[in-house]
């Protein structure tokens, strides 16, 4: 069992950046594939990213394709999210979530999810 934390969230100006971190704990990130999950006021939890866990695979959704960045740390047991040219809209909850299965990251079902950290874009 792998439990998650998150951080790295912040309010910042549309324009910015952003890195969000998940740290992991309770196994070995690398036998894992992660995923990166957001979730706005009023709307539902949508799946952005996401990383393979055994040829590094990446996959984007189109609304934050060329501006966000997920990387593996395997040494240090965490995943990152680089945000650039952060956009009022990408405004929600942010969230990691763990499965060994890359199939169940894609289609939104991890096993294993963080508790979230907020990101605020807004001037």
């Known amino acids: 069992q792998v439990q998650l934390v998150e951080s790295g969230g912040d309010l910042v100006q549309p324009g910015g950046s952003l890195r969000l971190s998940c740290a992991a704990s309770?196994?070995?990130?690398?036998?894992?594939?992660i995923g990166w999950f957001r979730q706005a006021p009023g709307k539902e939890r949508e799946g952005i990213s996401c990383?393979?866990?055994?040829?590094?695979?990446?996959y984007y959704t189109a609304s934050v394709k060329g501006r966000f960045t997920i990387t593996r740390d395997n040494a240090k047991n965490t995943v990152y999210l680089q945000m650039n040219s952060l956009k009022p809209e990408d405004t929600a909850v942010y969230y990691c979530a763990a499965d060994r299965s890359y199939k169940a990251v894609v289609a939104g079902a991890p096993a294993y999810w963080g508790l979230g950290t907020q990101v605020t874009v807004s001037s």
């Open positions: 309770g196994s070995t990130l690398h036998y894992y594939a």
């Open positions: 990383i393979n866990n055994s040829d590094g695979n990446t």
